[in-house]
């Protein structure tokens, strides 16, 4: 089933609400990142933002696992959502 960029958004700011729950995971993308707290309310005008969340998320194997079991879906759902957002190639993947 293709991830709409809706949807790919929407899984962005579940990641969000995910990474809230772990204030130390929370801390480091901020501090990879760059973004300030106001950055991330933005997150629907920014979609930049969204695609931060995601590529943090894919960034270690044990964090996407972790995240998609969480979410009850499969890792490679989360790099179709992050193609969805960035456009077919990235990372080697395609929209399924």
């Not at 969340?53 to 894919?58: E, K, T």
């Not at 009850?72 to 992050?82: F, G, H, L, T």
Request: with cysteine.
């Amino acid at each position: 089933m293709p991830i709409t960029l809706q949807r790919a958004r929407d899984l962005a700011v579940d990641i969000l609400l995910h990474l809230a729950n772990n204030p130390e995971e929370l801390d480091r993308f901020m501090s990879l990142t760059g973004l300030q707290p106001a950055d991330l309310r933005s997150l629907q005008e920014r979609p930049d933002v969204a695609l931060f969340l995601l590529d943090f998320i894919a960034e270690e194997d044990e964090r996407i696992c972790n995240f998609a079991q969480a979410m009850n879906m499969r890792p490679q759902d989360i790099m179709a959502a992050r193609t969805a957002l960035s456009g077919p190639g990235s990372y080697g993947w395609s929209v399924d």
